[in-house]
């Protein structure tokens, strides 16, 4: 059984005072907080089993490299993907990213080739394809929404054509909170053999992931958005497209043979691991899957769908304010604007109660313009968020309403 109160326990952040009130910390969406179980085996790995990877024959660079390979099946079977070999670490979802785009590149994408993308993608989903648009001349197509987020299979049909080649795009709205559609966009992009990209970022914290059922071409995500260390994401990508990539960053590790003249490249996903990787982050990553992995098997998914629905209650019943995405009432975040006052302003004095949300674009401009906002505040939840939090927030945010009134 999933127990909030023993959760807590395991986040030692958690414990800490702002401005001598008990710390509530509202944006999981931006980054989580990590564990002790993650904070402590990091440490022990540091202390005890730290060397390089792969390069040494000495016993601490074996112990390493088996602690960054068992990292790497962890992350496997957190996915269900179908091997190893398809489990590229990268430095966060970011970096996936543009590891796709840029191995595509020239090699697969020709001018006027076309790429579609919804409103809602979060910039690192824009603008390495834009990169693209520049270097390569493909054409970016994109798909609107909803205003709750919605994406309609028959909208992206209806811009289909024989040069699309990939639909990017995301499993869950980091603005909305909505989720898309993604199987029956797989299948449909499948039957005209178009790739497709799923940003994961926010959807791989709060949904149990199966690729090999998604059936997706490429699956990211970044390992501090599920309780994990920063400096680590994942490029997950099918055997036999990964295998058909080159690689886009040169360096140690990633070959075979270099010559003064020539050079072959390493088998996956050695190809796409250029120079020394981030150890003890992908390790770290491990010991966060194990931890979360925990958690979803005690019921984390529930509990955390019955926070967000009395999140959703309780916002929506505040005066003055607008939901961006108001009927996505089990969505780990809220996305507001305070009528009449910058989310800035609200965010600044809600923080004064203890309480850390966000305000700005979140990275978003595309989907902003779209819902006609410069600027939201926007609060999300993590797997430590218990009703207290929610309570402790609203009474913030009331204060702070009254006081720009
Ligand atoms: C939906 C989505 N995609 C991509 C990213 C980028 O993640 P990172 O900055 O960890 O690479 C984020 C981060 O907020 C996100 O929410």
Redesign the pocket.
């Known amino acids: 059984m999933f127990d909030i109160k023993e959760v807590r326990k395991d986040f030692p952040i958690l414990s800490r005072e702002v401005y001598g009130k008990p710390l509530v910390y509202l944006d999981s969406?931006?980054s989580s907080q990590k564990p002790r179980h993650v904070m402590e085996n990091i440490k022990k790995f540091e202390e005890t089993d730290y060397a390089n990877v792969h390069r040494g024959i000495h016993f601490l660079s074996n112990a390493s490299t088996d602690a960054f390979e068992m990292a790497r099946k962890k992350v496997k079977i957190f996915l269900n993907a179908n091997r190893e070999e398809e489990i590229i670490f990268t430095l966060?979802?970011?970096?996936s990213i543009n590891l796709v785009a840029n191995s595509l590149g020239e090699n697969f994408f020709k001018k006027d080739d076309e790429i579609i993308l919804t409103v809602m993608e979060?910039h690192?989903?824009i603008v390495p394809w834009h990169f693209l648009r520049e270097k390569v001349g493909v054409k970016i197509k994109w798909v609107d929404c909803d205003d709750q987020g919605n994406i309609s299979l028959d909208d992206i049909k209806n811009i289909v054509t024989e040069r699309t080649k990939l639909i990017s795009i995301?499993e869950?709205?980091?603005v909305l909170g909505s989720k898309t559609p993604l199987k029956e966009i797989i299948n449909f992009s499948h039957e005209r053999e178009i790739l497709v990209l799923v940003?994961g970022?926010?959807g791989a914290a709060h949904n149990i992931i199966d690729v090999q059922e998604l059936d997706c071409d490429f699956y990211v995500f970044?390992g501090?958005?599920i309780y994990g260390p920063t400096g680590v994401?994942v490029l997950y990508g099918k055997f036999d497209i990964l295998d058909n990539m080159p690689p886009w960053r040169g360096g140690g590790e990633m070959i075979r043979e270099v010559k003064k003249d020539s050079i072959t490249y390493a088998d996956l996903p050695s190809r796409f691991e250029a120079g020394t990787p981030n150890i003890t982050q992908a390790i770290g990553l491990g010991f966060a899957i194990d931890y979360f992995t925990s958690k979803i098997n005690d019921g984390l998914f529930s509990y955390e769908k019955e926070i967000a629905q009395y999140f959703h209650n309780e916002v929506q019943g505040i005066k003055k304010i607008k939901v961006y995405g108001e009927k996505n009432i089990s969505s780990p975040l809220i996305s507001f604007t305070v009528d009449g006052t910058h989310p800035h302003d609200i965010a600044t004095l809600i923080d004064r109660e203890g309480v850390a949300i966000r305000a700005g674009h979140?990275?978003c401009q595309p989907l902003l313009k779209f819902l006609n906002v410069n600027s939201t505040a926007r609060a999300s939840i993590g797997m430590y968020t218990d009703k207290n939090d929610i309570d402790i927030f609203i009474k913030a945010l009331d204060k702070a309403i009254t006081f720009f009134d």
């Open positions: 969406a931006a966060g979802a970011t970096d979060h690192s989903n995301t869950m709205s980091n940003d970022c926010q970044s501090h958005k994401g979140h990275c």
